[in-house]
């Protein structure tokens, strides 16, 4: 009690952990997590706008729409936490708990879950030794399949048409043999599977097999045998007889402007399953026609995949614009899903992005940063030395001082900029090489510059390619970005060890040109004492005195050898050449 009133009490304090198990989920685990179960498909009152009780935002099971106040209002205010409202059945708490609290729907007949029916290879598919297809027949209302042949010659797990089903009985009678259609009847093999026999089973057959192909079909099955074994997963989980509801506030109806809604697709989905169960529900206590029944279970069961996969088998449920709707799966999987987009790809502070464009007189390890951007990005660091230096008394005025763009403040962007390395990233970072640690130069324009023989790392050219800058905060970071990430220590390929920083374009089209020889150029046929004088021939000021890059020469150019008594001296001899090789061999 003494925590209960305590008002800094944190609600959810961090657990610590060092992984994620991932498993099936029972029956039994669905309930412990729900509040609830959801038995209406109402959402809101639309006269009171408050939600409907056991509905799909009931706040009974979910929790209350505003922070410590009932439904009715009976209790309101801090003091109250806590208190379940006698009323409306309400916990008193904050409203946030409408993100967590999850609610659950009890199935009037077992659904199978599609992930574990239709993915490749399908698992209960595999693990009941039958096709896919056949499942398919039985789950959805077409086959009978055998699941006791009792003392009939029929056997366990074969499929049985309508007309088959009728002659069965006939021959054998009613109560001689045990067959069904549906989920429940999938259930039922699953639940009978004896996982223990069944390993030494496949073991034996594994030893006896001829075929490749069969020996790959029994080495998958136990596998996935010896898996559900050793997880203690029970394989009639696969088929649910509980269906989890996820948090109102993670599928939220939010009021737009004119009386209108805006509503997750999930709130349409979980309406359909709503509606088809209590229909179901509905229809067995009447004890309808059987042919009504099944038709119902198989609706239920075709809006229970559209809710967990919308669009996996068959066409996809539509929305009134005739979009697809957006299934739980669809919220985790692909580009735009949970992992990719909100917890792999987060948004960063300190980080911007650009064009690139060439920097030909760039070293390797600096890139070309626009003044404007480095201004942006390396504020913390320019307001510090601002105040350090004493030309502003406080943050604010260092602010106001890098907002007026104050001739000081480029100066102290210059200090702060050297030897501070930035990241530069280009997506799709591919191999880590896609993102490299360079050492930045103000310049002026918008785009930012990169030395052209890291372009074969980054896959980066010059048609209009953007690149994201990240500015490393810590010392720690910097660290590691100067001592393992900058591009002059990125020389080798980590795939093969192959250089990738390559002479490549420009590079060797100049090389190219400085090396070739022309005849009868300007200065042909000309010695010379050293490299020295070979350079003040071609920097002449005078261009009709000045010496062809190109022109053929002869320089005189020291040797190492040694002599009779194995000491080392040099032999100074003249070497044909041309201007341009001698200047490449003074540069190597």
Not at 84 to 91: A, I, N, Q, R, S
Not at 124 to 146: A, K, N, W
Not at 239 to 245: D, Q
Request: net charge positive; glycine share 6%; proline share 6%.
């Amino acid at each position: 009690m003494k925590d209960l009133l305590n008002p800094f009490k944190t609600f959810d304090e961090i657990e610590d952990f060092d992984a994620i198990r991932i498993g099936l989920a029972s029956p039994e685990m669905i309930r412990a997590w729900s509040r609830g179960e959801v038995k209406k498909p109402e959402t809101i009152n639309y006269r009171t706008f408050k939600p409907e009780r056991d509905g799909l935002f009931c706040a009974k099971i979910f929790g209350p729409t505003k922070d410590y106040e009932c439904l009715c209002g009976k209790y309101k205010r801090l003091k109250h936490r806590g208190v379940v409202c006698e009323k409306c059945g309400v916990e008193v708490t904050l409203a946030k708990v409408r993100r967590e609290r999850m609610g659950h729907i009890e199935l009037a007949s077992p659904v199978a879950h599609i992930w574990f029916l239709k993915s490749l290879p399908s698992r209960i598919g595999l693990l009941l030794d039958m096709t896919l297809r056949d499942i398919e027949r039985v789950l959805y209302f077409e086959s009978y399949v055998i699941i006791d042949p009792r003392m009939t010659p029929l056997e366990r797990g074969n499929l049985l048409t309508d007309e088959q089903y009728v002659e069965a009985i006939e021959q054998y009678g009613p109560d001689e043999f045990d067959a069904r259609m549906g989920a429940e009847a999938v259930y039922q093999l699953l639940h009978d599977l004896d996982l223990k026999q069944l390993v030494t089973k496949l073991r034996q057959e594994i030893l006896e097999c001829g075929s490749e192909t069969k020996l790959k079909r029994l080495s998958k099955r136990l596998k996935l045998v010896e898996s559900f074994l050793n997880s203690g997963n029970k394989p009639e989980w696969m088929v649910l007889t509980v269906l989890p509801v996820l948090p109102p506030d993670l599928r939220p109806l939010v009021p737009l402007d004119g009386g209108r809604f805006a509503t997750s697709d999930l709130n349409d989905l979980y309406r359909r399953v709503i509606n088809r169960n209590n229909r179901l529900k509905r229809l067995l206590e009447l004890t309808a026609p059987d042919i009504i029944v099944r038709n119902e279970k198989r609706m239920l069961q075709e809006s229970v995949d559209s809710l967990l996969d919308n669009g996996r088998r068959g066409r996809a449920i539509t929305g009134s614009n005739k979009r697809p709707l957006k299934s739980l799966a669809d919220m985790i999987k692909g580009k735009q899903g949970r992992f990719r987009q909100n917890l792999l790809g987060k948004r960063v502070d300190y980080s911007g992005r650009s064009v690139i464009v060439v920097g030909p007189t760039l070293r390797l390890h600096q890139c070309g940063l626009p003044k404007k951007m480095a201004l942006e990005l390396f504020k913390p660091f320019i307001f510090s030395k601002l105040q350090f230096k004493g030309l502003s008394t406080t943050i604010k005025a260092a602010k106001k001082m890098v907002e007026r763009e104050e001739p000081a403040v480029w100066d102290i962007l210059e200090e702060v900029i050297r030897e501070h390395p930035v990241l530069l990233n280009r997506a799709p970072t591919l191999h880590r090489l896609g993102i490299q640690a360079f050492e930045p130069t103000l310049i002026e324009g918008k785009a930012i510059q990169l030395h052209p023989l890291v372009c074969t790392a980054f896959n980066a050219d010059f048609d209009g390619d953007q690149m994201a800058v990240h500015v490393p905060l810590s010392i720690e970071a910097q660290l590691e970005g100067r001592a393992l990430m900058m591009s002059t220590n990125n020389i080798l390929s980590p795939a093969n060890g192959d250089p990738i920083i390559v002479p490549s374009q420009d590079v060797v089209l100049g090389l190219y040109y400085l090396t070739r020889e022309r005849i009868n150029a300007q200065g042909e046929g000309m010695v010379f004492a050293n490299l020295q004088e070979v350079h003040r021939a071609y920097e002449n000021p005078d261009p009709s005195q000045r010496i062809n890059l190109h022109a053929r020469i002869e320089v005189r150019l020291p040797r190492e050898a040694i002599d009779e008594t194995g000491q080392p001296h040099t032999i100074w001899q003249r070497v044909k050449t041309t201007v341009g090789r001698a200047m490449l061999s003074d540069i190597m």
